[in-house]
């Protein structure tokens, strides 16, 4: 047990310490840095923090993201639940066929896709807006949330579902009263993947924007001066990017252990 313990602690703490370190540089000056190695800052600065919060083309970094990614999974998840249903309860022609091209999509890498969206986004004035990053995520997203759902609805015996409309329920009443709470597990895993990959995917949401709708991963790799790399205010960044994907952990937790237990996850 002993040796567990400790095996556990030794992973834990190098799992932590690219975290730390990055907090370690964010509460440092770029002299500081650069200058001397330090297991710890000796001059505690909340500047980098300070001009994150206070300079526009940081924190509209941040809004943009949130933006775009509520955005993408709200529509995610608004196409993928009735899809899931139907593959979950219906065959027809083709089905296996379909549900495998969806998957293909999710394989393909998203350069395939760069040209395609960013010729139709010019075309119809969606360059530089929330709404063009949020659809060219869904062909990510929505493969992978039918995919997750699929799984999750499968698991509910198709009798419930007869006995509600012979109790007299129209198909949305019954699909939103009844059957959503029994795959919230599921939805909440989804939610969380569409959220995990939308934050943190760079090609198309650097490519889609400009300056309105430039997300933080973006502000990010432009942060470059006559003088180098702004190593603390790189830091900073990267521990508030951190945050919302701890905070959606957190509050979906409980739904993560039942996915991995009981869904495709």
Not at 110 to 122: D, E, I, R
Not at 145 to 172: C, H, N, R
Request: hydrophobic letters at 55%; charged letters at 10%.
């Amino acid at each position: 047990m002993k040796k567990r313990t400790i095996l556990f602690v030794f992973y834990l703490i190098l799992l932590m310490l690219p975290i730390y370190w990055m907090f370690n540089m964010s509460l440092q000056t770029n002299a500081d840095i650069l200058g001397s190695f330090n297991f710890y800052p000796k001059n505690i600065t909340f500047a980098n923090y300070i001009k994150i919060f206070t300079d526009a083309s940081w924190y509209s970094g941040y809004i943009n993201s949130i933006i775009y990614v509520t955005l993408n999974t709200v529509i995610s998840l608004s196409v993928a639940l009735p899809a899931a249903y139907a593959f979950s309860r219906f065959s027809f022609i083709g089905d296996k066929h379909v549900f495998f091209w969806l998957l293909t999509n999710r394989m393909a890498p998203a350069a395939v896709f760069l040209l395609p969206f960013f010729q139709l986004y010019s075309t119809f004035g969606l360059i530089d807006t929330h709404i063009a990053v949020a659809l060219a995520h869904c062909l990510f997203n929505v493969p992978l949330a039918v995919w997750i759902l699929e799984g999750f609805m499968s698991g509910v015996p198709k009798e419930i579902d007869e006995t509600a409309f012979i109790d007299g329920y129209q198909f949305p009443r019954f699909f939103l009263t009844i059957f959503l709470p029994l795959i919230r597990s599921g939805i909440g895993v989804t939610a969380f993947f569409c959220f995990m990959f939308s934050w943190v995917e760079l090609l198309l949401a650097r490519t889609l924007t400009t300056t309105n709708a430039k997300p933080i991963a973006a502000t990010m790799t432009r942060t470059v001066s006559a003088s180098g790399l702004d190593w603390g205010l790189l830091a900073a960044a990267g521990i508030l990017t951190i945050v919302p994907g701890a905070l959606v952990i957190w509050f979906v937790r409980n739904n993560l252990a039942k996915g991995f237990a009981m869904g495709r996850v």
